[in-house]
């Protein structure tokens, strides 16, 4: 005979022949360890404490779960017994309270044991400033999501049945969002699980002028235009790129192209010029794209590097190597830069004139390494010439110098990288035949070639070295290409100069040249900006 049987059939011995008195209940309350009461409906596998109020309770009463004694059992008073509840697998488990000093009653009434709730994942996100997500719980009864701690952006909320919905409002740029959410199942709401989210809600809007002859402003047709027009009504573009063809990333990490491709450089399989965004292929995990002449290069979230285009003779996206570790890319008329995350700096395609930086210039098909340096930070590859800066802040440059691009007071071509700033540099970008830095104290420097006033520096005098454009302290953002430049300022304004034949400045106009910076309208949100060969992209709030 099993213990718990032996122990009932005790009891049942045990009750006097002339009857029982009887033992009233009126609650039975799952508290906690000091016995405050819960609002709960069950007790966890691990056991609880209940409380017991009726009537005809005696001193050396037992409370016996599932036949066998409880943990511990308190008499309180003739109406109330206390008791530890032992720990059990989840299910149905009987309880009887005997009154066994006085040879009094059994009373009889069951108990619940319910496992936690159980988060079914912990990784969640959204796309841009619209969320609709289903948080993912597992209980044995129904589940109550909430708002534990932290607050949601406006026009987001959380349902009892947790789903989080709705458009983010008073988003400025990118928001991140931390809050604590809190499920508990309907048999014990007194021991919540919590989730700690961090989301990040995005607004971006692009927008493009200039010219358009390929469909490059990504607006459904061909016509030029002088000033910035919004690309649809999407609002989830994240990074943008352009040359003749122009590229954006969506926050939710696909890629979309348009504009020119006559070398593949859309990337979409074919050859056929497209004047509104379409998406390549169905990936999800691209995270950074440049566009150069004919030639498009990006690497996705895994730190692969994928190139097409005229370079590599392809038209869809194509692996280079195999390697995961490949950090950021650039590209020139016809070659390739990039850098890895051990902080070496690699290039491969057209070195005619050195711009691969490898001491020579010989072509070649596949990343070869610069030097040996492991402290390059980031890159830029002009038409013909490259830039590179380094961890120390400083500024290098190598490839053609015919207009002095290269910024080291000669026309010398270099096929090494030549230091040109010793610190201080933040962000660089190469023109046709120009160069371009933002410092971190905020200001601009511009040298080369400044036949249409592309350095902004109010004149049309060609920089042998590098020369600050203005006093401003306030330049944040930078992009170059052909014989135009853009910058966005700290306060989020957009400014543009050089060559503004076709619209490309953005200023209302569609001739000449414009030597010095003059603001794109009147926005203060724009948040990245992409030059191309003869038209602006850029992303705003």
């Known amino acids: 005979m099993s213990s718990k049987a032996q122990n009932l059939s005790k009891l049942a011995a ?9 033992v009233a209940l009126t609650t039975l309350t799952i508290t906690d360890s000091s016995y405050v009461a819960l609002p709960d409906l069950a007790v966890r596998p691990a056991g609880g404490y209940v409380k017991i ?10 409370l016996y779960v599932n036949g066998a004694p409880a943990t511990t059992t308190t008499f309180i008073s003739s109406t109330e017994v206390r008791a530890e509840l032992p720990a059990l697998a989840v299910g149905i488990y009987s309880l009887m309270l005997f009154n066994a000093a006085s040879a009094a009653a059994i009373w009889a009434s069951g108990i619940l044991y319910s496992a936690a709730p159980v988060w079914g994942t912990t990784a969640y996100s959204n796309t ?3 969320i609709s997500t289903q948080l993912l719980a597992t209980g044995d009864s129904i589940l109550t999501y909430s708002l534990a701690s932290g607050t949601l952006p406006a026009g987001v909320t959380l349902s009892s049945t947790g789903l989080l919905s709705g458009t983010a409002s008073g988003i400025t740029s990118s928001t991140t969002v931390t809050f604590t959410v809190s499920v508990a199942d309907a048999q014990n709401q007194a021991n919540p699980q919590l989730l700690s989210l961090s989301l990040t809600f995005y607004v971006g809007k692009l927008w493009a002028t200039g010219g358009n002859s390929l469909g490059q402003l990504g607006l459904g047709d061909i016509v030029n235009r002088s000033f910035m027009t919004q690309v649809g009504s ?66 996705k979230t895994d730190g692969t590097l994928w190139a097409w285009g005229s370079t590599r003779g392809n038209s869809s996206p194509v692996q280079i190597g195999t390697l995961t570790t490949w950090k950021t890319t650039s590209c020139g008329q016809a070659h390739v830069l990039a850098t890895k995350t051990d902080g070496t700096l690699w290039g491969y395609g057209d070195n005619t004139y050195g711009q691969l930086g490898i001491g020579s210039t010989v072509n070649t098909g596949s990343p070869t390494q610069v030097g040996v340096l492991t402290t390059w930070l980031s890159i830029a590859a002009g038409y013909y010439h490259s830039i ?18 290269l910024g080291d007071n000669s026309i010398n071509d270099q096929s090494l990288p030549v230091q040109i700033i010793s610190s201080g540099c933040k962000i660089a970008a190469g023109g046709r035949y120009n160069t371009f830095v933002v410092k971190t104290d905020g200001t601009v420097w511009g040298w080369g070639h400044n036949g249409y006033g592309q350095i902004g520096d109010s004149t049309t005098t060609r920089r042998t070295t590098p020369y600050q454009i203005g006093a401003l302290t306030t330049w944040n953002i930078l992009s170059s290409s052909w014989i135009s430049t853009a910058v966005i ?3 989020g304004t957009l400014w543009t100069w050089g060559m503004n034949s076709l619209g490309r400045l953005g200023l209302g106009t569609a001739s000449g040249y414009i030597n010095s910076p003059n603001q794109v309208g009147s926005l203060t949100t724009w948040q990245s900006v992409a030059m191309g060969g003869t038209n602006l992209l850029a992303i705003s709030s």
């Not at 109020?53 to 037992?62: D, L, M, P, R």
Request: with cysteine; hydrophobic share 30%.
């Open 489 to 491: 300022k700290t306060d």
């Open 234 to 299: 999407a609002i989830d573009w994240k990074t943008t790129s352009s040359y003749n063809s122009s590229f954006s990333i969506k926050t939710d990490g696909t890629l979309w192209a348009w504009g020119g491709n006559s070398y593949g450089t859309l990337g979409d399989n074919t050859k056929v010029n497209k004047s509104s965004p379409i998406q390549i292929g169905l990936l999800t995990n691209w995270k950074y794209i440049v566009s150069g002449t004919g030639i498009t290069s990006a690497i």
């Open 14 to 22: 045990s009750l006097p022949e002339g009857g029982v008195v009887p």
């Open 388 to 405: 590179g800066i380094k961890t120390d802040g400083s500024l290098s440059t190598w490839g053609r110098n015919q207009y002095n691009q």
């Open 128 to 130: 841009g400033n619209v």
């Open 53 to 62: 109020i009726g009537a005809n309770f005696a001193a050396g009463c037992v």
